[in-house]
């Protein structure tokens, strides 16, 4: 089982930037290589949404809601992802997830204040 451990988020008044990265810790690279990797995020009172995917080659799709606003990316041989958050409204407030298949991370938390 993967163990995806995300880390950076934080507090940023509307307008600000944020990132977020997560690290597949035990993956040898070729495991790594072969999935899609995601990010989610649930606000507060809210169900857990789609944000972001990239695929092996890079291959990006985003929510509507973040579009031209956020940036995935990711680093094979580190065997991370990474989440570029600009432009930030109170609306992307919660806890960010990373994601591959049934694996999860811990979430960080991102708060954006008006």
């Known amino acids: 089982q993967a163990q995806l451990v995300e880390s950076g988020g934080g507090s940023v008044q509307a307008g600000g930037s944020l990132s977020v990265s997560c690290k597949a810790s035990?993956?040898?690279?070729?495991?790594?290589?072969?999935?899609?990797m995601n990010w989610y995020r649930q606000a507060p009172g809210k169900q857990r949404e789609f944000v972001a995917s990239?695929?092996?080659?890079?291959?990006?799709n985003y929510a509507d809601t973040v579009k031209g606003r956020f940036a995935i990316s990711r680093n094979n041989s580190r065997k991370m992802i990474y989440l570029q958050m600009s432009d930030l409204k109170p609306e992307d407030t919660g806890v960010y997830y990373c994601n591959r298949n049934n694996d999860w991370g811990q979430g960080t938390l991102v708060t954006v204040s008006s």
């Open positions: 035990r993956d040898i690279l070729s495991t790594f290589n072969s999935y899609v």
């Open positions: 990239i695929t092996y080659r890079h291959i990006t």
